[in-house]
């Protein structure tokens, strides 16, 4: 009897990292959505020095996305139009 107690408990600590684990993931899916943009243009621009090219022109674009992101980020959305602007396009 005290063999499955042990065990049970040891299940029950494993299912909390997975909603842990689960809420991380969901976090980070909500911020890629909303800065990826931004990021996608860094990480272009990083690219470019490395290799010696000029990246001004990414430097711009991730400016402009996270003006954009920001805008986004400040207007007040209900569940139904929570993917509107999240770089999807509408859906007719």
Request: proline share 0%; net charge positive; no cysteine.
């Amino acid at each position: 009897m005290n063999f499955k107690l042990k065990t049970k408990q040891l299940g029950q600590g494993m299912m909390e990292y997975v909603i842990i684990v689960a809420l991380i993931a969901v976090a980070a899916i909500g911020v890629y959505s909303t800065f990826g943009q931004t990021v996608r243009n860094q990480t272009a621009g990083l690219a470019k020095e490395i290799s010696g090219n000029n990246s001004e022109d990414q430097i711009k674009a991730s400016g402009e996305a996270s003006k954009i992101a920001a805008e986004r980020g400040d207007k007040t959305k209900g569940m139904g139009e929570y993917n509107l602007d999240n770089d999807q396009k509408k859906s007719k």
